[in-house]
């Protein structure tokens, strides 16, 4: 190889370059980066749900050792514990061995919810020959997205007496599906026109549960009555208990490869359990010395509200036990923690390459990226980590030989988003974004790179170290 000019060599110190990981990956970490996709393509196809998400995350902890924690349990240097908030959300941990009220907690905020077609509480009727469930769309998504792909139904229905009881519908081979019909091309004129947030209306977002009518010439509605029927002799439930149910319509595809090289997976909600695996499996692998928590949450996709959402009060009061049950004080801790607030973002799609600044874009592959701030115009909305907290992270990824990146949602003027950051931060938690770069997000089938998922996971593994 020729020698590098004085100007190459000028260029090579100074200059900064996005890396693919792919491109520096040693044939060893390559396999790894492959291997660590295959538990996470399953995490992603045993949890669609909030709620699924959750029952796995524990049992996942419980096969590391972790026991359940609840308010006021003694803690000490060592304890692994998890803990479940209303089935929905769950925050693993492990107790340092560090002064927490010099060094504070490390904590990894990522959610488990993620968009979907809620079906509503009073939802079945038949009309035509076909029976439907009629539904309210959770989360921002592009509602003609949804139609003509199988769908399967996962939820939670509590029943007149009380009991409850969890359904899972669609996900095996030999499973129904269901379906939102779209009009045919050929009467499709009109529709075709219309803007695309009118394409499909909410109301037209019906899931067909049914077609055959119930064998008696003296019943009106018989093919609701043949659902009903079934739904009574299978799960014990009649009409009047979807009120106090809470379904799901989601993609019913399962997680999948995508390429000829196997670079990149296809799967539904990537956001955010693309952040939510790398957190709880870097929690359960990574031994420490820092009392660090994963925070697995529910609710970011409509705000991050209620009593499970990042806004609810039971995370920060779980905090303040652990503080608490290791004798320190809380305002000290909070004053010394830090936080991955763990969330996707876009990743640059050079096919709607007009909507992105190339260069403060995340590149696809080119690792886990980090967003200093979040909102919308004028950073509307954000919490903006501080270049200190910043050159701190970014020293604890060089020390690690993590790959990782900046991004930016998109061109300044022409949209944004937010995430749970500003929650912790609040709380007087040095916070910053860290997530997965994906494509299509929010669509029911949407797209990530295997080297992006596994730079996550060192990421969080630095965090903890
Ligand atoms: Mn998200
Ligand atoms: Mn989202």
Redesign the pocket.
Known sequence: MAEKSKGQKLQEKLSYKKTNYFEVASEQERKEIFAYAEGYKAFLDAAKTEREACAVAVEAAKAKGFTEYSFGDALKAGDKKYFVNRGKSVVIFRVGSKNPEEDGFRVIA??ID?PRIDIKQNPLYEDSGMCFLKTHYYGGIKKYQWTAIPLALHGAVVRKDGSKIELSIGEKPSDPVFYIDDLLPHLGADQMAAKAGKIIEGEQLNVVVGGLPYADGEVSDKIKLTVLDYLGKKYGMCEEDFLSAELSAVPAYPARDVGFDRALIGAYGH??RV?AYPAMTALLDGATEHTVLAMLVDK??IGSEGTTGMQSKVYEDLMEEIAIALGANFRKVRAASKCLSS??TAAYDPNFAGVYEKMNSAMLSCGTAMCKFTGARGKSGSSDASAEFVGEVRKMFEESGVVWQTAELGKVDIGGGG?VAKFLANLNIDTVDL?VPVIS?HAPWELISKADLYSNYKAFLAFMK
Do not use: I
Request: aromatic share 0%.
């Open positions: 990522s959610h993620a956001d955010d952040c970011e996709e969330d996707v995430t997530g997000m």
